[in-house]
């Protein structure tokens, strides 16, 4: 089966500017996660979806950071304005069911914000 | 707080040396854990998770819950097994699973 798929793998933008990222999971997975890894740490949970409903998004900086699935398969990740602690990797996760902890990873988004 | 702590951020063994990568977690409730594997240049994948009891790639982990951990172990450690190592506890939370990543152990196997 193809994996999760993520774009871009590298952006480099200015602060304040604006970024999206997007993810399409496994078919047939129905939760989707976005976690944000910044270098020396472990991943973050950003936003879990269920199909196209959100299930947690407590650490979401919902200020500056957005995110999408519609149709509840594709979802879109966006940040506007970045901040330089925004850089970091944005990695896609999907899973068969929202009960699991068994995840499947993209390869990541690698944001530098200058 | 529930969380996971992995204490090490860096393992350096020899070829053929036993392995033990610490994970300690702090949860309420009946835990679920995992062991997360990122080889260079690759994808975070599962590497094996303490429900399924089985060892994977000569890798095995025990749950202790009275000492709350879950510590990674190999008899014999390889040079293919140089790689970040993520201990992850499925957090449950008025009735949404969210799963939470330590900050990684790094392994080396030096030849």
């Known amino acids: 089966e193809a994996g999760v798929a993520q774009s871009p793998r590298y952006k480099i933008i200015e602060k304040r500017q604006s970024v999206a990222f997007w993810c399409n999971p496994i078919?047939?997975?129905?939760?989707l996660y976005w976690y944000q890894q910044i270098l020396g740490q472990g991943p973050k949970l950003l936003i879990q979806?269920?199909?196209?409903?959100?299930?947690?998004d407590s650490q979401l900086p919902k200020d500056r950071f957005s995110a999408e699935r519609l149709k509840g398969v594709d979802s879109t990740l966006k940040i506007q304005p970045a901040k330089l602690e925004d850089s970091a990797v944005y990695l896609c996760a999907s899973s068969r069911e929202y009960s699991t902890g068994e995840l499947f990873f993209g390869e990541g988004s690698r944001l530098t914000v200058l | 707080a529930q969380r996971v702590t992995q204490p090490e951020k860096l393992l350096s063994v020899f070829k053929g040396a036993p392995v033990e990568l610490k994970c300690n977690y702090s949860y309420s409730g009946s835990p679920e854990l995992f062991w997360y594997v990122q080889y260079s240049r690759q994808r975070l994948q599962l590497l094996l998770r303490?429900?399924s009891r089985e060892s994977i790639k000569g890798f095995t982990a025990d749950l202790n819950k009275g000492e709350t951990s879950f510590h990674l172990k190999k008899p014999f450690a390889q040079e293919e097994d140089s790689a970040m190592y993520y201990c992850a506890l499925l957090l449950s939370s008025g009735g949404s699973y969210i799963p939470t990543f330590g900050r990684g152990t790094s392994l080396i196997v030096h030849p």
């Open positions: 979806f269920q199909n196209n409903g959100v299930v947690d």
């Open positions: 303490h429900i």
């Open positions: 078919s047939g997975h129905a939760t």
